[in-house]
């Protein structure tokens, strides 16, 4: 069986690494295309390096642009390395630009094509990233859902006969990656001096948090109001969106840090009193890791981490500055998002 994975993005290399690593356990053909979606190191290569992830196999260096040129960009592409590759199943990931353009090359080539994370649902269609996941699931040919939850919207939209529940492939490799980083203090404390359990995380890049000056302006004077230091890890996005509107990263008791490797950051948020953000994959990372989360989004596609209690949806404004001071939620013992076996059930789905 020869697998071809396309990736181009942060979360989708943190769940390439157990895919890829159950591959090569496996004895599976494994070929990986990086769309070049994330160019900066940071949120690149580096994730490729700690995650010990093969080399790309090939990289198309699409870079930034509007959706319809980077999504056009990679379908061009695309086309030709599925054609040469000849691969049983091109198999994509979450929902941004990269994992469209992969489904659609795929599924108009007749490869067989599987979305892993397929299910998730925020009902705002105003997001890209919904749109690319309801495109992805439509089209792709077998569903690789995280949830209970994710089979049951896929059941609605008449997609069962095509779905299976494999749990979450980013569980796997942060369960690692906690293990090896454990009892290892960040070395963000001591470069902004700051103390364990004393400070927030966050993390901000969505188009509709970082789009609108105004919106942005009001997420950074809440980060800024926060009654303890917020550490904004600046994502190449808002560094660009907060230079085009005039506005500083650092005031109050905000402070802006270069993105930080997996394990430092899963190690800075295991030190981290909550995380502040707009990320779906840092929403279920601090869940995992037993950290409250502050999310500036009015929905969420993974609803566990409210419903549990360890996850507030929150505006801008006074509700953003309560959330993110608000006391630790009571224990669970839950376990949505599976045992850590997830990339396991893939490759069995993959191969059956």
């Given at each position: 069986m020869k697998v071809l994975s396309v990736v181009g993005a942060r979360p989708q290399f943190v769940k390439l690494a157990p895919i890829a690593h159950e591959a090569t356990t496996r004895g599976?053909?494994?070929?990986?295309?990086?769309?070049?979606?994330?160019?900066?190191?940071?949120?690149?290569?580096?994730?490729?390096?700690?995650?010990?992830?093969?080399?790309?196999?090939?990289?198309?260096?699409?870079?930034?642009?509007?959706h319809g040129v980077q999504t056009g960009a990679m379908l061009a592409a695309l086309d030709g390395v599925l054609e040469a590759q000849q691969p049983d199943w091109v198999l994509v990931y979450g929902d941004t630009n990269s994992t469209l353009a992969a489904a659609l090359s795929a599924v108009k080539l007749h490869v067989p094509v599987a979305h892993l994370e397929a299910g998730l649902r925020s009902f705002n269609r105003a997001m890209p990233e919904e749109i690319n996941r309801v495109m992805a699931d439509h089209a792709a040919d077998l569903l690789l859902?995280?949830?209970?939850i994710a089979m049951g919207h896929l059941a609605?939209?008449?997609?069962?006969?095509?779905?299976?529940?494999?749990?979450?492939?980013?569980?796997d490799v942060l369960l690692q990656v906690r293990d090896a980083v454990a009892g290892r203090p960040p070395a963000l404390l001591a470069e902004l001096g700051l103390e364990?359990?004393?400070?927030s995380l966050a993390t901000i890049h969505r188009a509709e948090n970082t789009d609108d000056d105004d919106r942005l302006a009001a997420v950074l004077d809440s980060l800024a109001m926060v009654d303890h230091p917020v550490v904004l890890l600046t994502h190449p996005r808002l560094?660009?969106?907060?230079?085009?509107?005039?506005l500083?990263?650092?005031?109050?008791?905000?402070?802006?840090?270069?993105?930080?490797?997996?394990?430092?950051?899963?190690?800075?948020?295991?030190?981290s009193r909550g995380i502040i953000t707009d990320s779906g994959?840092?929403?279920?990372?601090?869940?995992?890791?037993?950290?409250?989360?502050?999310?500036?989004?009015?929905?969420?596609?993974?609803?566990?981490?409210?419903?549990l209690g360890w996850n507030v949806l929150v505006e801008p404004g006074e509700a953003l500055v309560a959330a993110a001071s608000r006391s630790r939620p009571i224990a669970t013992h839950a376990t949505p998002y599976g045992d850590g076996h997830a990339a396991t059930r893939v490759i069995d789905s993959l191969s059956n």
């Open positions: 599976v053909e494994h070929v990986i295309v990086h769309t070049g979606q994330h160019y900066d190191p940071m949120l690149s290569d580096v994730f490729f390096r700690d995650l010990q992830i093969p080399d790309p196999d090939v990289h198309l260096g699409v870079g930034s642009g509007s859902a995280p949830t209970e609605d939209e008449g997609l069962a006969g095509r779905s299976a529940l494999v749990g979450d492939v980013m569980t364990q359990g004393a400070f560094v660009a969106k907060a230079e085009e509107s005039g500083t990263l650092e005031h109050g008791n905000l402070r802006a840090r270069s993105p930080l490797a997996y394990p430092d950051l899963v190690a800075a948020a295991q030190a994959g840092l929403q279920k990372e601090a869940f995992l890791l037993g950290v409250p989360c502050t999310t500036v989004r009015p929905e969420t596609e993974w609803v566990e981490t409210v419903e």
